[in-house]
């Protein structure tokens, strides 16, 4: 099992972590949001999967990125 493998495994294992399917309309949405914020496609879709399931808070280590969004807090940087 490779390095990544084992973190991801972590992470999953937290039951307080629900892991979101990806819809064809958070593509349509994502889209959308790369022109508005200025993100590339990855972080658009993921922005409208965290809109969809009504999150406003957000931890992540790239805040250079949904920092751009105003409605969004980021919590870890």
Same mark, same amino acid.
């Given at each position: 099992?490779?390095?990544?493998?084992?973190?991801?495994?972590?992470?999953?294992?937290?039951?307080?972590?629900?892991?979101?399917?990806?819809?064809?309309?958070?593509?349509?949405?994502?889209?959308?949001?790369?022109?508005?914020? #200025?993100?590339?496609? +990855? /972080?658009?879709?993921? @922005?409208?999967?965290? !809109?969809?399931?009504?999150?406003? #808070?957000?931890?992540? +280590? /790239?805040?250079?990125? @949904?920092?751009?969004? !105003?409605?969004?807090?980021?919590?870890?940087?």
């Amino acid at each position: 099992m490779a390095f990544g493998d084992a973190v991801l495994e972590k992470i999953l294992s937290y039951e307080s972590i629900e892991v979101a399917p990806v819809e064809a309309d958070d593509l349509l949405v994502g889209a959308t949001y790369m022109a508005q914020y #200025g993100l590339d496609f +990855n /972080d658009a879709v993921n @922005l409208a999967i965290l !809109e969809r399931g009504r999150v406003s #808070g957000v931890y992540t +280590n /790239d805040g250079r990125h @949904l920092g751009r969004v !105003e409605q969004f807090v980021t919590v870890f940087e």
